[in-house]
């Protein structure tokens, strides 16, 4: 192909240097976008099953609560994200029941924009995760599996369980060129009212394409850390994590440099 961006494909997914046959796209170029769209859409309108996360969760040896929001549908969760942002009653109380129990980090799960990310990664990040705060020594709580939640009911959960950092596992919006990526959001001081400005997002996650597990779980870490140590989190919270602790990113060696 006679097109000088085509050399640059190696270094990114996006739609470059895709060819033309006249006016219009190759038939390959067209067939994988349509593809990329119905993934993207699949991705969204999936319903997570949140039983058999659980039980998942449970053969790692990890305590789990299943929470709901009023969102009773995926096309509801889509037209009213306020909806998402809260607990039923019934939840409410079950969280209320274990306030007495401080904890460090409230470590939540969704679904969120992106059923087939948590389907696909959910499970071994959390792993990760909970393998990288148990060696910096930090407790967490239950992990709250949460269908249709968006990032702020992480301030409620994380306000009831009177935790100090408040850490949601969520889909992200699905992509043309990513329908699986997950996010992780943290949050200082968690409770309701909390604005986007006082979280810290480490997005992306989708190893081998994007992020990795073990460099996820590294950032988190390293972050939580610092926002326990420094009383804030967000845009006041930078990113000043040491370069070289991302020498071996993707290999099991990263999580040992902590």
């Known amino acids: 192909m006679n097109d000088p961006w085509i050399t640059l494909r190696q270094?990114?997914?996006?739609?470059?240097?895709?060819?033309?046959?006249?006016?219009?796209?190759p038939t390959k170029a067209l067939l994988d976008f349509q593809l990329a769209h119905a993934s993207a859409r699949d991705a969204v309108q999936q319903v997570w099953d949140v039983k058999i996360f659980a039980g998942e969760v449970e053969k790692l040896g990890l305590e789990s609560l299943i929470l709901t929001t009023p969102v009773s549908s995926r096309p509801q969760y889509l037209q009213r994200p306020d909806l998402g942002r809260c607990l039923t009653k019934s939840s409410h109380e079950i969280l209320e029941a274990r306030a007495s129990q401080a904890i460090d980090v409230a470590l939540i799960v969704s679904n969120g924009l992106s059923s087939t990310a948590v389907d696909d990664h959910g499970l071994a990040l959390l792993q990760t995760v909970v393998a990288g705060y148990a060696e910096r020594g930090l407790r967490i709580g239950p992990i709250c599996l949460v269908a249709n939640a968006r990032v702020a009911l992480a301030d409620e959960i994380g306000a009831l369980l009177n935790a100090r950092l408040a850490v949601i596992i969520v889909g992200e919006r699905p992509g043309l060129s990513a329908a699986d990526s997950l996010g992780m959001y943290l949050t200082y001081a968690p409770k309701p009212g909390n604005t986007d400005a006082e979280r810290n997002?480490?997005?992306?996650?989708?190893?081998?394409?994007?992020?990795?597990?073990?460099?996820?779980?590294?950032?988190?870490?390293?972050?939580?850390?610092?926002?326990?140590?420094?009383?804030?989190?967000?845009?006041?919270?930078?990113?000043?994590?040491?370069?070289?602790?991302?020498?071996?990113?993707?290999?099991?060696?990263?999580?040992?440099?902590?």
């Open 201 to 258: 997002c480490i997005s992306n996650i989708r190893p081998p394409a994007g992020l990795s597990y073990n460099a996820a779980a590294a950032k988190l870490a390293y972050l939580s850390e610092q926002a326990l140590q420094r009383g804030l989190s967000g845009v006041a919270l930078k990113d000043d994590m040491p370069a070289q602790w991302f020498t071996e990113i993707g290999g099991a060696a990263l999580l040992k440099k902590l």
């Open 11 to 25: 270094f990114t997914q996006a739609r470059i240097a895709q060819g033309r046959v006249g006016c219009s796209l």
